[in-house]
């Protein structure tokens, strides 16, 4: 009964829109709630340094930008480029507060394109099943730290958007196979090359796809082969355009920042399982865990259930034609590879990672393909119990959702309870929550008086300077302990992390604390009375 209604919704194209636009209002609603992280200095000084350097390649005059001491970005940085762009004609206040909240709202309207094209590439794989793109799309939405991360983040989030959207223009470009979906699909790759240099794997995808059908498909089909040989020189070609770190060795650049980013130098320790553990010696199932631990319990089996389902249909097949022939196939097995390989590749090659599986976000909607997969095979014996078990999972998370709101990068399922879970695992390490914490506070703060905070990590110093004219007035930044009101932390140290269960050090006193979903992510002690 349930599929039979949804079936016969006329309208289903109205309500994704109503959707998307409810979405972009709710975000313009919060955009503001959500504090600055570690990334976000750095981000856009890259796109600093990118200017002088495109602007020196050119001999345009300009002021100097940066201080001159620091060096490109291993990756491309258009997305950077772009946010200071908008800045600029935006009219150039170059206050922490304004330029951070035009890269957050930049930010989730990146995120409505990655929406917009998810929909778009269920809607090709179940063309008569109109409302499954609607479920799907709401999943990604409803999925708490991909949410988050929409707002501030500007490296793992903007790789996801472009994935996705990358994607689709493959799924349309396999749809037409036509001149103009093949451009399109070479600039969608191209952009999401320069996010991240693990977006190769899909012009490898889409390379072996044409190949393999050329081979195996009778007769052959020549315009497969031309589509492939023009594909690959228009990528290269346009990602060195949008990379100017490779503008002078191009292969020689490419190839460093490959070795780089597969395996990247960081010396810096996470915390799993209670463990401090050198970021370039993780355990195996490190990604695994992290990935069970953070996506909602619900979500999971049938995430599970779609790989396994996804394998046991098409892998069987990869010699046949009959893969080939059937693009619905073909769909299933491009995010199949898409949401499996970099996994594989991550543990087999024993890459670094940090502070859980951010910098595997892209995967994400993959995942949620899988799930959709798996849904939509179960449907037609399990309609009651599959269709309740979601419905239910998706409520239940987005009432989290709005109950932690806006923390929900450090949301947790079920399988991780507990009031100190900083001590088990890493919690806000980025930083942003500072911001709520110290509106928080300077509303505590009696109008016309000001406070000392001492910082322990850079991203609260960048939240103070981000602040509101009015709280911002209220709060000043002291570098010396002996000076300072307050101190505010994320419990980023071993040492605060083993003493706040005890209220050692200087956690007897309290002024905020901030306890998303019950675990304790930011405070704010005081150290001195006020005068």
């Known amino acids: 009964m349930i599929r039979t209604i949804l079936d016969r919704l006329p309208n289903h194209r109205l309500l994704a829109r109503l959707l998307l636009a409810g979405f972009f209002v709710l975000a313009f609603l919060i955009v503001d709630d959500y504090g600055i992280t570690f990334d976000e200095a750095i981000q856009r000084r890259h796109g600093l340094v990118a200017v002088e350097y495109v602007a020196d390649k050119f001999g345009i005059d300009h002021p100097p930008l940066t201080d001159g001491k620091h060096g490109f970005a291993p990756y491309g940085v258009l997305y950077q480029l772009v946010a200071l762009g908008i800045e600029w004609l935006?009219?150039?206040?170059?206050?922490?507060?304004?330029?951070?909240?035009?890269?957050?709202v930049l930010n989730f309207f990146l995120y409505g394109l990655a929406l917009v094209s998810f929909y778009g590439l269920l809607r090709l794989r179940w063309p008569s099943r109109p409302w499954?793109?609607?479920?799907?799309?709401?999943i990604l939405v409803v999925s708490p730290?991909?949410?988050?991360?929409?707002?501030?983040?500007?490296?793992?989030?903007?790789?996801?958007?472009?994935?996705?959207?990358?994607?689709?223009?493959?799924?349309?470009?396999?749809?037409?196979?036509?001149?103009?979906?093949?451009l399109l699909h070479v600039l969608c790759t191209s952009i999401a090359l320069n996010t991240r240099p693990s977006a190769l794997i899909i012009p490898a995808g889409t390379i072996c796809l044409l190949i393999a059908e050329q081979v195996i498909l009778r007769p052959p089909n020549y315009r497969?082969?031309?589509?492939?040989?023009?594909?690959?020189?228009?990528?290269?070609?346009?990602?060195?355009?949008?990379?100017?770190?490779?503008?002078?060795?191009?292969?020689?650049?490419?190839?460093?920042?490959?070795?780089?980013?597969?395996?990247y130098d960081w010396g810096g320790e996470v915390l799993f399982f209670g463990q401090l553990v050198p970021a370039d010696a993780l355990p195996w199932y490190y990604l695994p865990v992290w990935i069970g631990i953070t996506t909602p319990l619900v979500y999971l089996p049938f995430i599970v259930l779609g790989i396994v389902l996804i394998a046991w249909r098409t892998l069987p097949l990869l010699f046949s034609a009959r893969l080939y022939g059937d693009r619905n196939r073909q769909y299933d097995l491009i995010q199949w590879m898409f949401a499996l390989t970099p996994v594989v590749l991550v543990i087999v090659l024993n890459s670094t990672l940090y502070h859980g599986w951010r910098h595997l976000y892209f995967i994400y909607p993959s995942l949620v393909y899988m799930l959709v997969a798996a849904y939509a095979l179960l449907l037609p014996r399990y309609r009651f119990v599959t269709s309740l078990a979601l419905?239910?999972?998706?409520?239940?998370?987005?009432?989290?959702?709005?109950?932690?709101?806006?923390?929900?990068?450090?949301?947790?399922?079920?399988?991780?309870?507990?009031?100190?879970?900083?001590?088990?695992?890493?919690?806000?390490?980025?930083?942003?929550?500072?911001?709520?914490?110290?509106?928080?506070?300077?509303?505590?703060?009696?109008?016309?008086?000001?406070?000392?905070?001492?910082?322990?990590?850079?991203?609260?110093?960048?939240?103070?300077?981000?602040?509101?004219?009015?709280?911002?007035?209220?709060?000043?930044?002291?570098?010396?302990?002996?000076?300072?009101?307050?101190?505010?932390?994320?419990?980023?140290?071993?040492?605060?992390?083993?003493?706040?269960?005890?209220?050692?050090?200087?956690?007897?006193?309290?002024?905020?604390?901030?306890?998303?979903?019950?675990?304790?992510?930011?405070?704010?002690?005081?150290?001195?009375?006020?005068?």
């Not at 920042?257 to 395996?263: E, P, S």
């Open 90 to 104: 935006a009219g150039g206040d170059y206050s922490p507060f304004a330029y951070y909240r035009i890269r957050h």
């Open 145 to 182: 730290r991909i949410f988050a991360n929409a707002f501030f983040n500007p490296k793992d989030h903007v790789a996801m958007v472009f994935y996705v959207v990358a994607t689709y223009s493959l799924f349309r470009f396999l749809h037409r196979r036509d001149w103009i979906s093949l």
């Open 224 to 263: 497969r082969l031309l589509h492939a040989v023009v594909y690959l020189p228009a990528c290269a070609l346009l990602s060195v355009l949008f990379f100017p770190f490779l503008w002078e060795d191009p292969g020689g650049r490419m190839g460093s920042t490959v070795t780089k980013m597969a395996n």
């Open 132 to 138: 499954l793109p609607l479920v799907g799309t709401i």
């Open 391 to 531: 419905a239910v999972g998706v409520g239940f998370t987005a009432f989290k959702m709005v109950e932690m709101h806006p923390h929900q990068q450090v949301y947790f399922n079920e399988l991780v309870r507990g009031k100190y879970t900083l001590q088990r695992f890493d919690m806000d390490y980025n930083g942003s929550s500072f911001r709520a914490a110290l509106l928080q506070l300077a509303a505590d703060i009696p109008d016309g008086e000001t406070r000392g905070v001492h910082c322990q990590i850079w991203p609260c110093m960048d939240n103070v300077n981000a602040l509101p004219a009015d709280a911002r007035a209220k709060i000043r930044l002291e570098v010396r302990w002996h000076l300072a009101d307050y101190v505010a932390t994320n419990f980023a140290y071993p040492d605060e992390r083993r003493a706040i269960p005890y209220r050692g050090e200087y956690f007897q006193q309290p002024a905020v604390e901030l306890y998303p979903d019950g675990k304790l992510a930011i405070g704010i002690y005081r150290v001195n009375s006020p005068e």
